[in-house]
Structures are given as C-alpha cells and as structure tokens.
C-alpha cells in the first residue's frame, strides 16, 4: 500500500489518522450550548453563568452536566427530569444552531484535507443528532466512517473511554493496523485531552475554549483548525 501523501504531495512518514472533538473544534458552538442551558436550567430556577460553564462542566456530555449542576446545587433530579431536560436543551440548541454556519472558520477545509489523505473520526460529548446536523449542513457527513458520540460509551469525557472507541471502530473500519501513538487527537479542553491522552492518542490543543495555559498534556498547540496542517501532525507523530 502506497503511503499516505500530503496536500504538497510529499509522503507522510508518521501519521495514520485524526480524531477530532466536534465542540469546540469543529463547531463553534459552545458558546450556543451555554445559552441553550442556560434558558433550560432558568426554567428550574438554576443560575448558570459562564464561568461555572467553562470552569466547571464544558467537558461533560448533556448528561453529565445535569449531573453534576445537581450536586453542585444540592437539587436531586431523577432520571425522567434530566432526560426532559435534555430535550429542552436540544431543542434552544437546535433553534441557535438552524440560524446560521456553526462551523469555525478553517474547518472546513482542513476536514476535507485530512479527510483525503487519512482516516478521520469524531470522539464528541455531542449528541449524535447534533452532529449529523452541522455536518450534514455543511457537506461534510460522508467523511467521517466514525462518529462516537454522547451515550455511545458508559463514561464520558475526561474517561478514555470515547476515544479508545473511535480509535478501535476506526482500525476496523479501515481494516488496517493502526498504532496509538501515530493517531492524533485534536480537542479544545483539558478533559477532552484527558480522554485523548488516556487512550494513547497523541493530543493537539486548540485555543478556541481556553488560553494554550489551560491545555495540560497538548503536545502542540494552535489557535483553531485553520492554523494547522498535516505536516504539523505528521511531525508531532515522528517524535
């Protein structure tokens, strides 16, 4: 099998494929999560502010959030509340998300690189409706044989969990041998990178969410999708 060939067309020495987070990294639409929750939990008299959301409960998926805004508050919520809640959630999210390009400038394209020069997946806290819908909007749904998403693992993020699946239905899919440590992990938070790193994955951080200082364990940082090439990573990969 020929090895795989960058956009200048040299061959990649190192790099077997990218696993991308969806929020935050693909789709810029944390701050859109945050006002979705926030009309949500005002309904129940819960205040979220923005840095309890950042600082404390970004890295979860919708049921972890829930969760743990209940511990924090000292409310209990049963099972059938948070999954009416999620709804509403999804809903707000939906209507925010129907206004406009939810992408970040860049990703586009560098998806589609990657995408034609390696094998790329998805390891997402998202709920899975919701990336097919930004995806699908933006023409990019065909790219990903991978997608892992919120309740497709028993733990999420900061567990390994999510991304040692995307990585094992990824080798499967592919039907290739792939190492750990020649696949790159691309997040925007320091849970996320937990979960990359737990898996064997090597960890790119973006600045999108949080300042380079609140991106423990990234290997190489960058400001978004659009300042990053498969170069970049193919080097990353060859340490």
């Known amino acids: 099998m020929n090895a795989p060939r960058g956009p200048a067309g040299e061959p990649l020495r190192a790099l077997q494929a990218v696993v991308f987070d969806f929020d935050g990294v693909i789709a810029d639409s944390e701050p859109m999560h945050l006002r979705a929750f926030q009309r949500t939990l005002t309904g129940i008299g819960i205040e979220l502010t923005a840095a309890d959301y950042f600082g404390q409960y970004l890295g979860f998926d919708d049921v972890g959030v829930f969760h ?6 000292g409310r209990e919520l049963h099972d059938d509340e948070i999954a009416r809640l999620i709804e509403q959630k999804g809903a ?21 690189t990657a995408a034609a020069t390696v094998p790329v997946a998805i390891a997402s806290g998202a709920l899975r409706h919701e990336i097919d819908e930004v995806l699908g909007a933006a023409g990019l749904a065909d790219l990903f044989p991978v997608i892992v998403a919120s309740g497709d693992t028993p733990d999420s993020k900061p567990s390994p969990a999510p991304y040692d699946l995307a990585f094992r239905r990824l080798q499967a899919s592919t ?40 991106l423990p364990g990234a290997e190489l940082i960058a400001g978004g999708l659009s300042d990053l090439t498969l170069d970049a990573l193919d080097g990353l990969c060859s340490r």
């Open 92 to 112: 707000h999210l939906r209507s925010m998300m129907s206004a406009g390009d939810a992408l970040f400038p860049g990703a586009r394209d560098f998806i589609r």
């Open 68 to 73: 743990a805004i209940a511990r924090h508050t």
């Open 175 to 214: 039907g290739r041998t792939l190492e750990r440590h020649r696949c790159v992990a691309i997040e925007d938070s320091r849970w996320g990178l937990d979960s990359a790193r737990g898996a064997g994955l090597r960890c790119v951080g973006v600045t999108n969410s949080y300042p380079a200082h609140e």
